[in-house]
Antibody
Framework: QVQLVQSAAEVKKPGASVKVSCKASGYTFTDYGISWVRQAPGQGLEWIAWISTYTENIDYPQKLRGRITLTTDTSTSTAYMELRSLTSDDTAMYYC???????????????????WGRGTLVTVSS | DIVMTQSPDSLAVSLGERATINCKSSQTVLYNSNNKNYLGWYQQKPGQPPKLLIYWASTRESGVPDRFSGSGSGTDFTLTISSLQAEDVAVYYCQQYYRTPPTFGQGTKVEIK
């Protein structure tokens, strides 16, 4: 079935890096972009990055520039998000989410999200 | 960044009654060239990822019950649950995708009275 399966929870020390994976199945991976959205404990939703799986164009907010890297492996239909120099503020559930519009109808950036992974909990603690 | 503000933060509604959630954006999310409002609504139940309910402000996602409806244009939007069911207890978020970064409202918690 159509789904996004994310990697297991991670515990990291401050200053470390984490790499989260998101494996797509049930649809053509390169037809839809992938965003990453995080949710700190008890808090709301924060979009942190988007990649076009078709063009590999990337977008992320200024506050994360230099700390985040997005990649894809089309041979395994998997998207990856790496976040470096972790602090306690990065403790959150990290979701991958699929664009609601197919690539040729997409505006070239993150739009709305029609399919979500179950999330990967990243805990940053000394 | 476009700031999305929801009201109320929480509400308690009796089963079968109407629930109304408001969302206001700090600038318009209506794209004049295609007359579309770049606004979506999500439902999140405890321990689950968000689920898309509405996009383009009023288009219901496939499989979403018709008791959920979205309305509004420009900067003011509403999500209405016409007859609240027990399974609708959740936090609801609006999200704009008119301009990057896409931003979410703070969420509205819906409970049973």
């Amino acid at each position: 079935q159509v789904q996004l399966v994310q990697s297991a929870a991670e515990v990291k020390k401050p200053g470390a890096s984490v790499k989260v994976s998101c494996k797509a199945s049930g649809y053509t991976f390169t037809d839809y972009g992938i965003s990453w959205v995080r949710q700190a404990p008890g808090q709301g939703l924060e979009w942190i990055a988007w990649i076009s799986t078709y063009t590999e164009n990337i977008d992320y907010p200024q506050k994360l520039r230099g700390r985040i890297t997005l990649t894809t492996d089309t041979s395994t239909s998997t998207a990856y998000m790496e976040l470096r120099s972790l602090t306690s503020d990065d403790t959150a559930m990290y979701y991958c989410a699929r664009d609601g519009n197919i690539y040729f109808e997409n505006s070239g950036r993150a739009e709305y999200f029609d399919l979500w992974g179950r999330g990967t909990l990243v805990t940053v603690s000394s | 960044d476009i700031v999305m503000t929801q009201s109320p933060d929480s509400l308690a509604v009796s089963l079968g009654e109407r629930a109304t959630i408001n969302c206001k954006s700090s600038q318009t999310v209506l794209y004049n060239s295609n007359n579309k409002n770049y606004l979506g609504w999500y439902q999140q139940k405890p321990g689950q990822p968000p689920k898309l309910l509405i996009y383009w402000a009023s288009t219901r996602e496939s499989g979403v019950p018709d008791r959920f409806s979205g309305s509004g244009s420009g900067t003011d939007f509403t999500l209405t649950i016409s007859s609240l069911q027990a399974e609708d207890v959740a936090v609801y978020y609006c999200q704009q995708y008119y301009r990057t970064p896409p931003t979410f409202g703070q969420g509205t918690k819906v409970e049973i009275k």
